[in-house]
């Protein structure tokens, strides 16, 4: 599913953002990506979603390698992903059901998160925590085998964030690969599962691994 191999990660300006990363994330895993603000996280999704390249390493996303992947190849790599932001980045003009868009799965997945009576709803007629339901949806839609969800709960009410972490976990229990950043370490408590600390660019802790990251 994903496989980080030596993988270092260095910008333009020198900072290097990731050094010498070795994963590994099965299909079908849960799996909590925690660190400090700066210490790689986000470049870490980035080498996943191709939004950036890898200096040194190899690193291989649903079967694709991505060192090897031409850019008209991007759009079937991120076919295979759904992404969930911290800002769910919905269309305010667009009602829910629209934002969910390419119809077909669109009631089964507004189901999913409970989101049924919305549908005609528009973003700012929704709270927090509905809207990042409907962010979730959309990364649905396509049916993806990865689920990347950026700090999904950095905008939402604490009681709600439980919430959120609850339905990415059904759709987890449903068969759907989960990486999720985050730093709200209660959460990450609250839900036994693999939890990979980063620091300074470093993986510090896996918990699959016998290290320990709460
Ligand atoms: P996190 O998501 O854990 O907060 P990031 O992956 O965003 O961490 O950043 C890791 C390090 O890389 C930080 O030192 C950050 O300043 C640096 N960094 C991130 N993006 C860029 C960029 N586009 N250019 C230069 N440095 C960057």
Do not use: W
Not at 31 to 57: D, W, Y
Not at 63 to 92: A, H
Not at 131 to 160: F, H, K, M, S, Y
């Amino acid at each position: 599913m994903i496989e980080f191999k030596g993988v270092h990660k260095v910008y333009d300006n020198g900072t290097k953002a990731l050094k010498d990363v070795n994963l590994r994330i099965d299909k079908g895993e849960f799996v909590f990506i925690v660190g400090a603000s700066g210490a790689g996280k986000s470049t870490f999704l980035k080498l996943i979603m191709r939004e950036e390249v890898a200096n040194a390493g190899e690193v291989i996303v649903n079967d694709f390698k991505l060192s090897k992947l031409k850019r008209r190849e991007i759009p079937y790599l991120r076919r295979t992903m759904g992404i969930v932001f911290q800002d769910f980045r919905l269309i305010n003009n667009m009602n829910v059901f629209d934002n969910v868009a390419f119809a077909m799965r669109v009631p089964y997945i507004l189901g999913l998160v409970g989101l049924q009576n919305k549908a005609r709803n528009y973003p700012m007629e929704l709270s927090g925590g509905e809207q990042q339901r409907v962010g979730l949806a959309r990364a649905l839609v396509n049916n993806p085998a990865l689920i990347i969800a950026d700090e999904p709960t950095g905008n939402i009410d604490p009681e709600l964030s439980y919430e959120i972490v609850e339905l990415l976990n059904e759709i987890n229990r449903r068969g759907t690969t989960v990486l999720m950043v985050t730093h709200e370490r209660d959460l990450v408590r609250m839900f036994n599962r693999r939890v990979i600390e980063i620091r300074e660019g470093c993986v510090v802790s896996d918990s699959t691994q016998g290290g320990d990251a709460q």
